[in-house]
């Protein structure tokens, strides 16, 4: 019985598995570099809507439209915009972003004029669990916080009633939370939001 030689036994399977390792590392990197412009431009699309969304500005959800609004309607200043609607009025657009279950969610939001009232969310990341927390995205939860005044109170989903109440989503109480604190603490904060540019 022939024993194996060390190069065999050692070095060939460390060498093996550095060459596959190269290899996978080349491919991911050739695949990051071919697709970064089209992520990047992904990105400021997301970036654009959520702004739209936030500032309760109807749109058709198509990239050209979007970018169109965007540019037309839409100022860009250090931490917020400035969007100026179709009939005259000035919305003020916030990012902000806090502590979720499993990871930070950040939220867009749109005050009107007064900046007190809310003229819309939107959610532009989160890590939170799919069909649970994951419906913080759901237009049903995020329109509910549109033409209100903070702070807010969380009740059990279904049974918001009153202009402070925000329903919950049944199963994801942290999440649903977290959102609350988000937007508490903004609309606390509400009145740091400059008028001059």
């Not at 959800?61 to 179709?86: I, K």
Request: net charge negative; hydrophobic share 40%; proline share 4%.
């Amino acid at each position: 019985m022939k024993t194996q030689s060390f190069y065999a036994k050692r070095i060939q399977p460390l060498m093996f598995m550095a060459l596959v390792t190269i290899a996978c590392i080349l491919v991911t990197a050739a695949l990051h570099l071919s697709t970064l412009e089209r992520v990047q431009i992904n990105e400021q699309f997301f970036l654009w809507r959520s702004v739209l969304d936030a500032a309760a500005i109807s749109h058709d959800g198509q990239p050209n439209s979007v970018a169109t609004l965007f540019q037309d309607m839409v100022e860009t200043y250090e931490n917020q915009y400035v969007v100026e609607t179709e009939d005259g009025t000035t919305r003020y657009v916030v990012e902000r972003t806090g502590p979720g279950l499993w990871g930070p969610i950040t939220i867009m939001i749109g005050f009107n004029d007064d900046l007190k009232t809310l003229a819309g969310i939107s959610i532009v990341s989160q890590s939170e669990t799919p069909g649970l927390g994951a419906r913080i995205e759901e237009r049903w939860f995020t329109s509910q916080f549109a033409g209100k005044q903070g702070p807010f109170r969380m009740v059990e989903e279904g049974t918001a009633d009153a202009p402070e109440e925000i329903d919950a989503i049944t199963g994801a109480t942290i999440t649903s939370e977290s959102v609350k604190n988000i937007m508490n603490r903004v609309t606390a904060e509400s009145g740091n939001i400059s008028r001059e540019q």
